[in-house]
């Protein structure tokens, strides 16, 4: 209750200084019967007119805005930047800031926006994690049109929402394309992995940010778990946890000596800040590439012996799992697995800018 308070005492300070922000800002085309109602994840949102003023709070949501070719004009991230601006977007934003054509505002984290910095911008939309903001789904509408959604996990409904942004920004037939375009690349790549699948379908999914804090084993269940089920993998689980429908478990190495498995797959993360750092990808997988190469149980596995253990940024599992996302995690994952193909950073060119 009392971050509530502080965070209305915070509102109503921005709002002052926003002067007419604490009205819904309607775009210059909208007429009355310009409008339309938007479902969405906690409920249903009326926007006027075509939004031109996008504020994205969370990687998640500008990878759908991006998928439909808009520009946002400010963002929070998952991790603190120090800067106000964006301003070398390709550098602080994994993945997706080498499809910004601007410099968009900083406006906080994904988990903590600042609400002020929001309502001075005056946006025309704000799109935002229906479980990560939930609680600011109130004050955020106050400032303007908040649309609220989350595809994590298995069976992501990232299309839905796609469809549901499109409506509001007037791109439906965009939207629609989009998701066409990505099943047509999923399944090309899935014909792509067959070879390796028949020559190493079992896979061991395991997200660790050291190993000495311990290792989260990832089943089918979870959102990179059922790609790779989706292109024809088989995402390996201790017996015991077969019929389990959590999408991970914290698990002991040890009990990894005792599975059937062809390869392993790691997502590294880092809990430090690494605005600062120049490659963000990289640096998300840099301690548990290093300590899997100097644990004596990791290296006993099977797939480290035979040199098949692979790594990914958490990034692309948990943060981007939409048509961008997705595609960057395929082919990325094809060029890791194939010896033969050229090393190189991955960008969908569907999306470029």
């Known amino acids: 209750m009392a971050q509530l308070k502080l965070k209305m005492m915070v509102l109503l300070m921005a709002l002052a200084i926003a002067g007419e922000a604490c009205t819904r800002p309607s775009p210059p085309t909208s007429t009355d019967t310009d409008c339309r109602t938007i479902a969405h994840d906690l409920g249903e949102t009326e926007i006027c007119g075509q939004p031109q003023k996008v504020v994205t709070i969370g990687p998640n949501l500008l990878e759908l805005l991006l998928a439909l070719e808009v520009q946002p004009i400010a963002h929070a991230e998952y991790f603190p930047f120090p800067k106000r601006q964006f301003d070398q977007p390709d550098q602080q934003i994994p993945y997706l800031g080498k499809y910004l054509t601007g410099q968009p505002d900083n406006v906080g984290t994904a988990e903590s926006p600042s609400l002020e910095a929001i309502a001075k911008l005056k946006p025309d939309l704000i799109l935002a994690d229906s479980i990560k903001n939930k609680d600011e789904y109130e004050l955020l509408s106050k400032i303007a049109p908040t649309l609220l959604f989350d595809y994590s996990g298995a069976g992501s409904a990232w299309q839905t929402d796609l469809k549901a942004l499109g409506q509001a920004l007037q791109k439906s037939e965009k939207a629609t394309a989009v998701v066409a375009e990505s099943q047509q690349q999923v399944a090309k790549l899935k014909q792509e992995l067959q070879p390796i699948v028949a020559k190493d379908p079992k896979v061991l999914l395991l997200l660790s940010e050291q190993l000495s804090q311990g290792v989260r084993l990832e089943t089918a269940n979870s959102a990179c778990g059922a790609l790779l089920e989706d292109v024809g993998f088989e995402v390996v689980v201790p017996a015991a946890l077969s019929q389990s429908q959590e999408p991970s478990h914290v698990i002991s190495l040890e009990s990894l000596t005792n599975l059937d498995m ?26 548990i590439k290093t300590e899997w190469s100097e644990n004596a149980i990791a290296q006993s596995l099977p797939p480290s012996k035979a040199g098949k253990v692979y790594f990914i940024p958490v990034y692309l599992c948990h943060a981007l799992l939409g048509p961008i996302g997705t595609e960057i995690f395929l082919k990325d994952l094809y060029q890791q697995l194939s010896p033969s193909q050229i090393k190189t950073s991955y960008i969908p060119a569907r999306f470029r800018s």
Do not use: C, H, M, Y
């Open 262 to 287: 062809d390869w392993i797959l790691i997502e590294g993360f880092s809990s430090q800040n690494i605005a600062k750092t120049p490659n963000p990808e990289k640096q998300q997988v840099k301690a």
